[in-house]
């Protein structure tokens, strides 16, 4: 369960990443937990492909597996990580926030801190896009306050979303500064998504800052990124994001 996770954050592209949660569900049968790891983990590389409807199939089926052996933590921290993924992917934030509020309050209600920095940290991300800056600041600062110092995940993420509210409250330096401490920390990993996720956020701060050839030039490095990833939607999204930025 665990290795397809780190197949899926590291350089491996969607392919690869297809062909190991296929790999997955063969050696998995009979572990209900495995099964629903691969099926979940598969959701997000083919949503990426922009095959949508296919992925929330398979979190449909993960979620259920999951429930029938009572495994709420692996339930609401994983599968909702990457079912609120796969609802970003289908540029709905809104679904997205609906699945993310879920594993945020069962986690929360149980204690259960390991996932809960990251999930609310995309959380952020899915308000964010729907326009609530004010809300997405403070699940960004929860994210912050309960992420460890070496979760780079999570700390990549709390800082994208929070420069990218700065910089549209017109706090174009700070936005900035935390936007390439975002892009310092993604650097040093071979995490493909990771790299590219902290590049657009730097790419919308610069536009929003009117500095409208630096962030085309960082888009551009995202795309790549996200390309070679083989997250098609993420780089569409990544252009389509350009020409809406102000210039």
Known sequence: SWGLLSVWAGPAN????????REMLERAQ???KGVASALFMRAVFEAGLGRVDVARGLIAQARALLREIGLTVWMAGPLTQMAGLVELLADDPATAERELRWGHETLSAIGEVAWLSTLVAILAE???LQGRLEEAEQLAMASRDSAGSEDVYSQILWRGVQAKVLARRGRSEEAASLARESLALAEPTDSLGLKATALMCLAEVLGLSGHAADAEA???????LFEGKGNIVAARQARRLLAELPR
């Open 126 to 128: 899915a308000v964010y």
């Open 14 to 21: 969607a392919e690869q990443g297809l062909e190991r949660c």
């Open 30 to 32: 009979g572990d209900r």
């Open 218 to 224: 960082t888009v551009d490095q995202a795309v790549q």
